[in-house]
């Protein structure tokens, strides 16, 4: 398995927090090889940094949602990095 970590700039949670909800998880959820996902608000809860963790059967998999991402980053949201990485284990 492989994991996509995403850190991100969030300027207003509550508007990303109804984008998330509404459009990324549902579309992310429908991608081919999609196991499972974590999205984590910022620290102080209206903005910051947020996370998100997104696990995926294969490397294929989890390479076509960061390209999908870079291409059509979420509203209020900027991306500063989206890496995949191997899954060393999950509980």
Same mark, same amino acid.
């Given at each position: 398995?492989?994991?996509?970590? %995403?850190? &991100?700039? =969030?300027?207003?949670?509550?508007? +990303? ?5 509404? @459009?990324? =998880? ?6 081919? @090889?999609?196991?499972? #996902? %974590?999205?984590? +608000?910022?620290? &102080? #809860?209206?903005? #910051?940094? #947020?996370?998100?963790? %997104? ?23 900027? =991306?500063?990095? +989206?890496? %995949?990485?191997?899954?060393? @284990?999950?509980?």
């Amino acid at each position: 398995m492989y994991a996509v970590f %995403v850190a &991100n700039n =969030i300027d207003d949670f509550g508007q +990303a927090h109804e984008s998330l909800l509404e @459009g990324v =998880i549902p579309r992310v959820s429908q991608l081919p @090889g999609f196991v499972s #996902g %974590v999205w984590l +608000a910022p620290e &102080n #809860g209206d903005s #910051g940094e #947020g996370n998100a963790i %997104v696990v995926f059967e294969s490397e294929e998999a989890a390479r076509m949602m960061v390209d999908r991402l870079k291409a059509d980053p979420p509203p209020n949201v900027e =991306i500063r990095r +989206a890496e %995949v990485r191997a899954v060393a @284990g999950r509980a």
